[in-house]
T-cell receptor, first 111, second 109 residues
Framework: DTGVSQNPRHKITKRGQNVTFRCDPISEHNRLYWYRQTLGQGPEFLTYFQNEAQLEKSRLLSDRFSAERPKGSFSTLEIQRTEQGDSAMYLC?????????FGPGTRLLVL | EDQVTQSPEALRLQEGESSSLNCSYTVSGLRGLFWYRQDPGKGPEFLFTLYSAGEEKEKERLKATLTKKESFLHITAPKPEDSATYLCAVPWGGQNFVFGPGTRLSVLP
């Protein structure tokens, strides 16, 4: 399978804990995106990387959220001091042009 | 101000009953309008990209069309396996893609 992969697929954590998600994009794609999706809503843009450079971040993105893409390959999204409102599906997508291809997502539940 | 809206919110069809979903956008200088299908618990799956008014794309029972302010996803003779949420998205400045809330389609046998 050469699609976008995400790990873990599910994460349950307690409020206040830190969590980290990983995304492995399609190998030849230099663009990588993170989105958050809550029930009944479309994906909400969080951040965008071109190669290893983080070029865009949503103004709505709390400073508890940080993302990295070392060496322009896989990416990690970390949420510090999780809150119940962080419960959502976190989606990663990659692209070589305008069309984005999504991974299966990581579902986060904060208790 | 809403940038991308979709209607209806939910749609229930009998198998074989054709219909259309709507996506309206307010962005100027459109760089493309994207349609995705999303099954429960999965990531969105790419369907179509449309770039200019009048453009049409087809895939099996689906046809997407684009005007200056909206796009339609026409579903002809749908089958139960077409049941999913259909999302549209537009780039909004740079690489910030804005998605609509989606239309939940149920096709009953």
């Amino acid at each position: 399978d050469t699609g976008v992969s995400q790990n873990p697929r599910h994460k349950i954590t307690k409020r206040g804990q830190n969590v980290t998600f990983r995304c492995d994009p399609i190998s030849e794609h230099n663009r990588l995106y993170w989105y958050r999706q809550t029930l009944g809503q479309g994906p909400e843009f969080l951040t965008y990387f071109q190669n290893e450079a983080q070029l865009e971040k949503s103004r709505l993105l709390s400073d508890r959220f940080s993302a990295e893409r070392p060496k322009g390959s896989f990416s990690t999204l970390e949420i510090q001091r999780t809150e119940q409102g962080d419960s959502a599906m976190y989606l990663c997508a990659s692209s070589a042009g305008e069309t984005q291809y999504f991974g299966p997502g990581t579902r986060l539940l904060v208790l | 101000e809403d940038q991308v809206t979709q209607s209806p919110e939910a749609l229930r069809l009998q198998e074989g009953e054709s219909s259309s979903l709507n996506c309206s956008y307010t962005v100027s200088g459109l760089r493309g309008l994207f349609w995705y299908r999303q099954d429960p618990g999965k990531g969105p799956e790419f369907l179509f990209t449309l770039y200019s008014a009048g453009e049409e794309k087809e895939k099996e029972r689906l046809k997407a069309t684009l005007t200056k302010k909206e796009s339609f996803l026409h579903i002809t003779a749908p089958k139960p396996e077409d049941s999913a949420t259909y999302l549209c998205a537009v780039p909004w400045g740079g690489q910030n893609f804005v998605f609509g809330p989606g239309t939940r389609l149920s096709v009953l046998p």
